[in-house]
């Protein structure tokens, strides 16, 4: 079901100044080399005055879009991740792009650009969890043309992919662990924890979406947990064992303390989709201001994990 977010009577603008918009909120520079996001589907000249925000342009979501009216679907992840030679209607891409043209619905993408805006998923995500002194856990160059420093005066905030920071004061690893779980959509893999229940942990790396690769940065943050998601066997074992092996080495030297980084798991589209606690308020407010329309904003907040079930 959608949740919509309220606004005045809605108006027209066009595809192509929503776009505008949009790759201010979220500049494309920001993107990593090896992702395409940006506008996917849509000639900017379709009207829009009803936009639908989604985690994932699945099929049900983009028929839940097109049933209820709506002239722009807008994503953080990508329909296409690699090249591709044909559109055609024998798979789902090719359907789904059918449809959208078909309903003159156009597809915006936000990924790895919106990862690492101000607002963006990191931030969204780590404001929720209480995070301070927030600063990215990889920086990128800022955007001239970002949408946060548009008027001199707004206090910039360091850009870049996921987010380091402390907590307001020590908690044990498990309540922050259900904190965490708390925030997010229900689904049928929940949260994984590496750790003991009772450690004490204050610093906190994080990374909404596939994390394993970038357990070096987390390492040299010095944080005591690191939140991510899609940690795979081979790759979250080592880091984990390395951490306990350098924590039995530092009590060998009486220097105390329990393995660092421990780890929580979660599920990428779940910790994703507290990108838009922000971004539909934010999207519905920058259109407003640049272009005077009132845009009907709804969030399509059914899951979009692929697990149906799981058995214990």
């Keep these: 079901m959608a949740e919509q977010v309220r606004a005045k009577a809605a108006s027209t603008v066009s595809l192509g ?6 790759e201010r909120l979220y500049p494309l520079s920001y993107a990593e080399d090896w992702d395409h996001p940006g506008l996917i589907v849509g000639s900017a000249d379709w009207p829009v005055s009803k936009v639908f925000c989604a985690v994932d342009p699945t099929l049900d979501v983009v028929e839940e879009a097109i049933a209820s009216g709506a002239q722009l679907l807008i994503c953080h ?8 030679h044909e559109v055609g209607g024998f798979g789902f891409r090719g359907g789904i792009v059918t449809r959208l043209i078909e309903s003159r619905c156009g597809l915006w993408v936000g990924h790895t650009n919106a ?3 101000v607002r963006g998923v990191a931030q969204a995500a780590a404001d929720l969890m209480g995070i301070l002194d927030q600063r990215p856990l990889k920086e990128v ?5 970002d949408w946060s420093i548009r008027d001199g005066s707004t206090k910039h905030e360091s850009v870049g ?11 044990r690893l498990e309540d922050f662990a259900r904190r965490v779980a708390g925030l997010l959509p229900r689904t049928q893999l929940g949260v994984q924890v590496a750790g003991e229940p009772d450690a004490r942990m204050q610093t906190v790396a994080l990374l909404p979406g596939s994390g394993d690769s970038m357990f070096d940065e987390v390492r040299a943050s010095g944080v005591d947990v690191y939140v991510t998601s899609d940690l795979r066997h081979h790759p979250a074992t080592d880091a ?7 924590a039995r080495l530092r009590r060998r030297e009486d220097a105390g303390g329990t393995a660092r980084p421990l780890l929580i798991n979660t599920p990428h589209a779940a910790i994703e989709s507290l990108w838009f606690t922000y971004a539909a308020k934010d999207i519905q407010q920058a259109v407003h201001e640049a272009t005077g329309a009132c845009l009907d904003l709804q969030v399509i907040d059914r899951s979009t994990d692929p697990w149906t079930f799981s058995i214990q």
């Design 17 to 22: 100044e929503v776009v505008q918009i949009l």
């Design 141 to 145: 160059g800022l955007d001239p043309n």
């Design 161 to 171: 992919l996921g987010r380091v920071g402390r907590l307001p004061a020590t908690m």
């Design 115 to 117: 990862d690492a805006a």
């Design 77 to 84: 992840h990508p329909l296409f991740f690699r090249s591709v």
């Design 240 to 246: 984990y064992q390395q951490a306990v092996y350098e």
